[in-house]
């Protein structure tokens, strides 16, 4: 047995009375709202930013629910709840997005104060899923497992959102406002495409310290976040991030929606004046109220007290044998797990992307699937990713085997992580309101197209990204190849970009060429990695290829037979 | 009847209970299917959205309301961009949801 109660040891926040009390008071006073819109009462122009900040928007064939996943961990009493509420409230399915949050699709206005209700039952809301306001702190998917790990990004996101939320001076800022949060040597979190990106970090004295970058954000005008801490002490963390987001609410624009983003301001006011006004403000805002107290700190770490791991030997014998003796799960094992830093332990990412399938939904009888299999092999604990897939960190490495079988058997067992079927999509205009084009059609015909698991292995680490809109929300801009539709006259295309990166090398790619058709653009993504796999030397990457040849032997390869 | 070929317009909107698409219908009544949705010339468009906007403020009943063009041909009624062809029919990822899984 891993554990006595499933979940107990799970990496998350547990809500005290004051949490509860304070979750249940708003259900309440939006049960009333609802009432009184459905009244007559309230207009649709007063009632919308209401439930905008209950995380219900009005997509094109419903209400959409969008649930906070705080920092993208769950306890799998957590996610078999929503998985209750995708069947009884929706059409028995979710979709995990790229902030780690759920959204549900097909949600009725009179039926969202229950789904609360039912949401608070677990510990869990729909606050500051929208509106102008901090959004869902996002981190390392591998937080508290991974072998890289310097800090726990967790506590310090679990600090944000107590310090965020319904924070009177950051529920009206000019835009929304995006943080992510790492700890770890290797960047999983995307935090140099945030409005504020947090590296968190020890010093050689050991103590724990931040290196903060502001004003990165993809959408129509992308930036990538500047540097302008190097170091702020832990005790200074709370005071920091409220220097920048009282500058940024100071100064940012409100009279122009493209321009209102923390980026904008940082690119107009430039990077030294901008560090200039938050010092300024820091040094104002330094002093005891501000001060993140050691004991505060030790409190919110307790909650993510690592759980109760066997001492194991760091090598499972009965995994080497399955390996040996079962190239498919080999194959998974290579490309799904990752090395954990409690010995005889490893993390498993369940690929929500089966070849042809639509990225990040899941099934409710898959969330209970993988909720049993959280209690079972990784302490009632799983995570989303910004990936878009969901983590188990703390699988013991002898039963890796067993779990991947599970995962099989319910067709979530694709050994796709980091490849080339591992595609972000955001739902573009199957479900959303704002898409100019389709992004799920093109995600399945292209990870159909790359079906073969060992011709993906073969490609490699290979990010596709693709947004259905300028929005960005699949984050196509930092795609090794990005994918943008667009409307033309009424027909969708799709604009292809290349040399993408979304970690700490960030880098915005470049388009290649003039938009493509749907099925043009299929090939164009098969002509691409064709050239990659001709021009690339023993061991060389995608980006790396494309930086040493540049762009115009792709180019040509896409654009050889028009 | 529209002649065959011809570019018309509708007016839809999102019940305001649930969400649900709906078209205004050529009582004045919201109806679920385009099928059944009326059918106005450029001329009549206009006033017709005025009209369905305040009685659906007045009758708390539907939100985001607007019109959009429909080609009606041999084949019947198509919208003629992608945005109102999914909201009329579902996702086309999924056609065992929406108003196509019923059809």
Redesign the interface.
């Known amino acids: 047995m891993n554990h006595i109660a499933p979940g107990a040891h799970a990496g998350i926040y547990r809500y005290d009375s004051i949490d509860r009390q304070f979750v249940g008071e708003r259900v309440e006073q939006f049960r009333k709202q609802v009432a009184r819109r459905l009244s007559g009462e309230l207009t649709e122009e007063e009632f919308k930013p209401l439930r905008l900040m209950n995380g219900l928007y009005l997509q094109l064939h419903a209400y959409m629910l969008r649930i906070a996943v705080p920092y993208g961990v769950l306890t799998s009493r957590q996610l078999r709840k929503l998985a209750e509420i995708g069947r009884r409230y929706d059409k028995g399915y979710g979709h995990f997005t790229t902030r780690q949050n759920l959204q549900f699709n097909w949600i009725r206005l009179e039926d969202t104060p229950d789904i609360l209700a039912e949401l608070a039952e677990v510990d869990m809301h729909a606050l500051q899923t929208s509106g102008n306001c901090v959004r869902n702190v996002t981190t390392d998917q591998f937080v508290g497992a991974a072998r890289d790990e310097v800090v726990d990004g967790r506590v310090y996101a679990e600090i944000l959102r107590q310090w965020t939320t319904l924070h009177p001076e950051f529920t009206y800022l000019p835009r929304k406002f995006k943080i992510a949060i790492s700890g770890a040597d290797h960047d999983r979190a995307a935090v140099r495409i945030h409005d504020v990106g947090v590296l968190a970090k020890r010093n050689e004295a050991g103590e724990t310290g931040f290196a903060f970058y502001v004003g990165g954000g993809l959408g129509r005008s992308p930036f990538v976040a500047k540097p302008v801490r190097e170091w702020v002490a832990e005790e200074d963390f709370v005071a920091y991030l409220e220097a920048i987001l009282r500058v940024y609410n100071q100064y940012g624009r409100r009279d122009n929606i493209y321009k209102a983003r923390i980026k904008i301001l940082v690119h107009e006011l430039g990077l030294e004046r901008f560090t200039r006004e938050v010092e300024e403000e820091f040094a104002r805002l330094r002093g005891p109220k501000y001060r993140l107290a050691p004991e505060i700190v030790a409190e919110i770490r307790r909650h993510f007290a690592p759980p109760p791991f066997e001492e194991l030997p760091p090598a499972s014998e009965a995994l080497e044998r399955a390996r040996a003796a079962n190239p498919a799960f080999a194959r998974w094992v290579e490309v799904n797990v990752a090395e954990h830093r409690a010995p005889g332990y490893a993390i498993a990412t369940i690929s929500l992307k089966p070849a042809g399938g639509i990225p990040g939904d899941a099934t409710s009888e898959q969330m209970e699937l993988v909720a049993g299999l959280a209690d079972r092999y990784s302490f009632g604990e799983l995570r989303v990713s910004h990936a878009q897939n969901l983590v188990l960190a703390h699988v013991k490495q002898d039963d890796l085997f067993d779990l991947w079988q599970a995962l099989e058997t319910a067709g979530l067992g694709t050994a796709n992580a980091g490849l080339i079927g591992d595609i972000i999509a955001c739902p573009g205009l199957d479900y959303c309101a704002l898409a100019n084009a389709r992004s799920i059609p093109l995600a399945q015909a292209i990870s159909a197209r790359f079906a073969d698991p060992e011709r993906q292995r073969a490609i490699g680490e290979m990010g596709i990204k693709i947004s259905g809109c300028i929005n960005a929300c699949g984050h196509h801009h930092v795609g090794h190849i990005g994918i943008l539709g667009v409307d033309k006259k009424g027909t969708e295309f799709y604009q292809i970009t290349v040399g993408g990166d979304p970690t700490l090398t960030t880098a915005i790619g470049d388009i290649l060429g003039p938009s493509l058709t749907e099925a043009e653009t299929v090939d164009a993504i098969e002509a691409i990695v064709n050239t990659y796999l001709a021009r690339r030397t023993e061991g060389e990457r995608f980006l790396d290829t494309l930086k040493r040849i540049g762009h115009t032997p792709f180019k040509e390869s896409v654009y050889a037979a028009a | 009847m529209p002649k065959q070929d011809e570019t018309l317009k509708a007016i839809t909107a999102?019940r305001?209970?649930?969400?649900?698409?709906v078209f205004l219908g050529p009582d004045g009544r919201w109806v679920e299917a385009l099928d059944e949705a009326a059918l106005f010339d450029e001329a009549a468009a206009e006033p017709a959205l005025a009209a369905a906007k305040a009685k659906a403020?007045r009758e708390?009943f539907g939100?985001?309301i607007y019109a959009f063009d429909v080609a009606v041909g041999a084949d019947g009624r198509l919208p003629?961009?992608?945005?109102e062809r999914?909201?009329a029919l579902?996702?086309?990822?999924?056609t065992d949801?929406?108003k196509q899984a019923a059809a």
């Open positions: 999102n305001l209970r649930d969400g649900t698409v403020e708390q939100v985001d003629v961009k992608m945005r999914i909201r579902g996702p086309t990822v999924r949801l929406g």
